[in-house]
């Protein structure tokens, strides 16, 4: 499964950017759009593999909300700081909410069935289905 919403705001925060550096002069919000934009899009590509690894892309949101409610703090300007705190909120609940069977810290120890020789040996079972 492909993570478009992933995807999608990786565009956007490299196109916000770049929109920064075109409007204000701003080197910073370059830098931080197309460095951010760059690790969200690394983060949706291990979403998109056959076993997701959805960390990467929580480490890069948690960083990328702790950065945008200083800014918001700080300026009390609802956009862009405002605007891409709520959107990487958004995506982080949807991450967490779509590859949750993904992260141990949600789905508990390892809760899928072992195949072994042809039987499935539950986890913290001794029945065997035949």
Do not use: H
Not at 59 to 83: D, H, N
Not at 101 to 127: E, F, H, Q, W
Request: proline share 4%; glycine share 10%; with cysteine.
């Amino acid at each position: 499964m492909i993570d478009f919403v992933g995807i999608v705001f990786a565009i956007l925060i490299i196109v916000g950017g770049v929109i920064g550096y075109m409007r204000a002069g701003s080197v910073v919000s370059l830098y931080a759009g197309v460095i951010f934009g760059l690790a969200i899009g690394a983060g949706a590509w291990c979403n998109s593999l056959q076993e997701p690894i959805p960390y990467v892309q929580l480490v890069v949101l948690s960083l990328l909300i702790i950065v945008m409610m200083i800014r918001f703090y700080k300026t009390r300007a609802f956009m862009p700081p405002g605007m891409i705190l709520l959107l990487s909120l958004c995506v982080m609940v949807w991450t967490v909410f779509i590859y949750g069977d993904y992260l141990s810290l949600i789905s508990g120890t390892n809760d899928k069935p072992i195949l072994v020789n042809g039987t499935i040996n539950v986890a913290n079972d001794n029945r065997k289905l035949e």
